[in-house]
């Protein structure tokens, strides 16, 4: 009602729209420039000028003064409105030409515009709201008066009759604005978790589409030509494991590609629901926010979540890096017997075992290629790096970036551990045993059988080691330590995967016997 009667108060008598640029006369009263300019120039002659509305006269033609103040309350005002245009409600007495209504009247059940709205009775029984066409949904479907109430036993709204004599006599009941601002602010919490949701997965999204630029990149940067290369003498044969092995390299960032479609539908149904609860959250009319039907479905946001998170975790941790070498060991396997082909690698690391940190059960031979177990004291000198449980020793050499691999002939031992760990590997204790902690990686030969142990777990392999030689390869960037036994065909026993946080080194244990490090390049 406070808006009707400031209305009333910023109407031009003239036109009888709300004031534009409002210039005032002698007597106090304010008319649009547009407007009084004509009144005033027909008035010209000897009867002098008035006031369009008070009568009072002028001998002369009155000065205007621009009502400033007034201009910015009425500016203030029209810009505080809803868009009438847009709301598609017109006043139900203007039937020559559809005028915008600014109010409705729920006993009358008529829309009104500025014109009609003034001689419209104003008495407390005649409730004006904004402009609606669903006057019908405002009333009770049994009484047929005005809903005022709602229940919150039912979660309905209700009519006076309903409360004192109806089937909701007795309930808890709200006023319309208290329910209405009750279900705001739940709209309210929700519509801060779908911010947070959508923020989430825009982050998804950017740190996908990163991490498809990365896998793209290393397929330029070779992934691809090597293959080609790898294959080229295998042509005939080898045709349908290269295309295999191609499609492998493109497929990673096809799949993150598809991630971030799936991710990118779902934020915009997020901004969907969004915008629909900032909506309901602006709608200063509570009837409408209590009658939305599906905002059960709008405050439900976990559906999906947890496997929205786990796909993204598990494409980000994907290595990326393709291991060449182990694809290929595992798809020749069917047929190398049939070809009698080879093809270079990198050459092998040159490896050499660093007396500082063996054990004083170790023998380290002079070219420091080879460990052999001692029943005699070595009686190192004591060092902080020297391990002092375990007949083990680690390499000098350590890798923080690329491929590499080592070979070992495990041939003159039956008792022996060969791995990978961090130099920050305890040196006393159990946790120090090379594969029984998270610091390192491991190929274990303990009473004929061969053992995979990393973090105490162990993996026990299903068949035996045939050569007396084993590579160890790791990509470090791809974050995947790999065991091969050098038998023909090479035969690939297992990848471990993960992100490494220090540099590597080569790390052996020897219970009885020797077992060698091999230099020099290699074939497979």
């Known amino acids: 009602m406070a808006s009707t009667d400031l209305r009333a108060e910023l109407e031009c008598s003239v036109c009888l729209n709300i004031y534009t640029d409002p210039v005032t006369l002698k007597c106090g009263h304010n008319f649009c420039r547009v407007c009084i300019d004509p009144v005033l120039d027909t008035q010209e002659g000897p009867g002098g000028y008035s006031c369009p509305e008070c009568r009072e006269k002028f001998p002369d033609c009155p000065t205007l003064q621009r009502n400033i103040a007034l201009r910015n309350i009425a500016e203030t005002f029209l810009s505080a409105q809803p868009d009438q245009e847009e709301s598609g409600v017109f006043c139900t007495h203007c039937v020559d030409s559809p005028v915008p209504a600014v109010r409705s009247c729920l006993l009358c059940e008529v829309s009104l515009c500025d014109k009609h709205l003034r001689v419209h009775k104003k008495s407390p029984e005649h409730i004006l709201t904004d402009p609606t066409l669903s006057m019908e949904n405002r009333k009770c479907s049994v009484h047929k008066k005005i809903l005022e109430y709602y229940c919150t036993e039912d979660d309905t709204c209700i009519c006076m009759s309903c409360s004192m004599i109806g089937e909701h006599k007795g309930h808890e009941m709200l006023s319309l604005d208290e329910a209405s601002e009750k279900k705001k602010e739940t709209l309210r919490n929700v519509l801060q978790c779908l911010l947070t949701k959508r923020e989430e997965t825009e982050e998804r999204v950017q740190s996908l589409q990163e991490h498809r630029r990365k896998v793209e990149e290393e397929e330029e940067a070779g992934d691809t030509e090597r293959v080609t290369a790898l294959f080229r003498d295998l042509r005939r044969r080898l045709e349908d494991l290269e295309m295999r092995v191609l499609r492998d390299i493109s497929a990673r960032a096809e799949r993150i590609s598809i991630s ?23 709608m200063t009319d509570p009837l409408t926010v209590l009658q939305e039907s599906d905002t059960g479905d709008l ?57 500082n940190t063996a054990n004083n059960n170790l023998q380290i031979s002079d070219d420091r ?102 590579r160890i390869y790791l990509d470090y960037e791809a974050g995947r330590i790999s065991f091969y036994d050098l038998c023909d065909p090479i035969r690939h026993l297992h990848t471990f995967t993960t992100t490494f946080t220090e540099p590597l080194h080569a790390g052996l244990c020897v219970w009885g016997g020797c077992i060698k490090i091999c230099g020099g390049n290699q074939e497979m």
């Open 260 to 282: 971030i479609r799936d991710l990118e539908i779902k934020k915009e149904e997020l901004s969907r629901k969004i915008c629909h609860i900032e909506e309901l959250c602006n």
């Open 299 to 355: 405050c439900d946001t976990e559906d999906g979540d947890n496997e929205d998170r786990e796909r993204h975790e598990e494409l980000l941790h994907d290595g990326g890096g393709l291991d060449v070498a182990g694809v290929l060991h595992t798809g020749l396997s069917d047929i190398i017997t049939e070809v009698n082909v080879h093809f270079p690698t990198q050459g092998a690391a040159d490896i050499l075992l660093d007396g």
């Open 369 to 470: 290629k080879t460990a052999s177990r001692s029943d005699i004291n070595q009686n190192y000198p004591e060092t902080p790096e020297r391990f002092q449980d375990d007949s083990q020793v680690l390499s000098s050499q350590s890798f923080s970036s690329g491929r590499h691999y080592w070979e070992v002939d495990v041939g003159g031992s039956r008792l022996w551990t060969v791995g990978m760990c961090y130099p920050s590997i305890d040196r006393r204790g159990g946790q120090s045993a090379i594969g029984y902690n998270n610091k390192s990686w491991a190929l274990n030969m303990s009473c004929d059988e061969h053992i995979l142990i990393h973090d105490s777990d162990e993996t026990f392999l299903l068949d035996d080691i045939f050569s007396k030689r084993v």
